[in-house]
């Protein structure tokens, strides 16, 4: 079987990146499909930031698609509209060339595009972050004519994906309900292939956060949090690590606020070893797909405590039984959960097995049997 992704760049650290590496590395070696990764900005010189088996081709087309942000109005409108000509192009040129039997786009990249491919194979889009936040301004202040035109193309750009795409695949049941136009829905979560040395004891005073230092991982509002929780547990550590625009912003905050005890690190080559130095995860982002982090973290046992936001957290915590689901925005309650965590190890101590129990549920080889049992029904 013929399997092609198509995507902007391998050469990040996002979550997503690294699931279209790690599904496709698997296709490849463990299902010995055709699998074709076809990277529309990536350049030939840029190294994917995950390790992409020998056995998965890559096509590495280097378009130069954020120059146009170089220049100002009118002259971006101009090096936009040909870029997107070139990228329209592109997809329809290389799927052409790769012929696949299925061809797989992601929700908040060019799916609209991809979509309408005109082909043999069979169009799934992934959903990786849920659709009410999928190619949306959420958070950004905008003046009122342009929020009107985004709204339009936003419409236009999800009615494409819906009437074209054969099946849309979603990692939450929450996330499938909202994709109500499609032709077929399927929920398939996501898995983590991190191995596993070793397992947290919950005796360490550290809690760990990891992510990509972005607005949308609410970083600030952790910080906020644990203003609160340091006062009261000054022996206690926050150790976030991730690296992103909002570093220097986030280093702001932690003076602003007289925050102790947070380090602010780069992305850790070792980030299993730093789950196991850990006693509590924190997830404190406005809007998840689903939170590999949070999975991570429960593999390794390590009790967590997460803003119950869409759609993500949800599916993966059981409130009070492997870890402390909080109401979004719900900030002094969030620092409870933490302290209370902090103050009582045997809960700790439970919540770790618990979680080490959920996580299982997420086995790599399971997962991977329900996307070959996909793959083979519409083919």
């Keep these: 079987m013929k399997i092609a992704y198509v995507f902007s760049t391998l050469a990040k650290t996002g979550g997503t990146e690294r699931m279209i ?75 052409k060339n790769v012929d696949p039997d299925i061809l797989i786009g992601i929700s908040f990249f060019k799916a609209n595009l991809i979509s309408k491919v005109k082909c043999r194979a069979k169009i799934i889009i992934e959903s990786h972050e849920a659709k009410l936040f999928t190619y949306s301004e959420y958070g950004k202040k905008r003046p009122l004519i342009a929020r009107f035109f985004h709204t339009i193309r936003r419409f236009n750009y999800f009615k494409a994906i819906e009437r074209n795409a054969d099946i849309i695949v979603t990692l939450t049941e929450k996330d499938k309900q909202l994709w109500k136009r499609a032709k077929r829905v399927e929920v398939i979560p996501n898995f983590s292939t991190m191995k596993i040395s070793n397992f947290t004891d919950c005796t360490s005073k550290r809690v760990i956060a990891v992510g990509r230092l972005a607005w949308e991982k609410g970083f600030g509002r952790l910080i906020e949090a644990w203003r609160i929780v340091s006062f ?40 299993s070893q730093e789950y196991v130095n850990s006693s509590i995860c924190v997830v404190s982002s406005y809007f998840e797909g689903f939170s590999l982090i949070l999975l991570e ?69 399971s997962i991977m049997l329900r996307w070959k049992k996909l793959f083979e029904q519409i083919i």
């Excluded at 000054?234 to 606020?257: C, N, R, V």
């Excluded at 390794?300 to 997460?306: D, N, S, T």
């Excluded at 103050?343 to 299982?360: G, M, P, V, Y």
């Design 232 to 271: 009261r547990h000054p022996d206690w550590l926050l150790d976030i690590f991730g690296e992103g625009s909002m570093h220097d912003t986030l280093i702001a905050l932690i003076k602003l606020y007289n925050a102790k005890n947070i380090i602010i690190h780069k992305n850790s080559t070792n980030i």
């Design 21 to 95: 590496i790690e599904k496709a590395n698997y296709l490849a070696e463990q299902f010995g499909y055709d699998v074709t990764i076809i990277n529309l900005f990536q350049q030939v010189e840029d190294a994917n930031h995950f390790i992409l088996s020998e056995k998965v081709k890559q096509i590495k087309l280097g378009i130069p698609y954020f120059s146009q942000y170089k220049y100002k109005y009118p002259k971006r409108f101009w090096l936009k509209w040909q870029l997107n000509k070139q990228v329209k192009k592109s997809i329809k040129q290389y799927v």
């Design 297 to 365: 973290a429960m593999r390794h046992g390590v009790p967590c405590v997460a803003f119950d936001c869409p759609f993500g957290p949800k599916s993966i915590i059981n409130d009070g039984y492997n870890g402390f689901l909080v109401e979004n925005g719900e900030i002094k309650l969030f620092a409870e959960r933490v302290c209370r965590l902090i103050e009582d190890e045997n809960l700790r101590k439970q919540f770790s097995q618990a979680a080490i129990e959920r996580s299982q549920q997420f086995d790599t080889d």
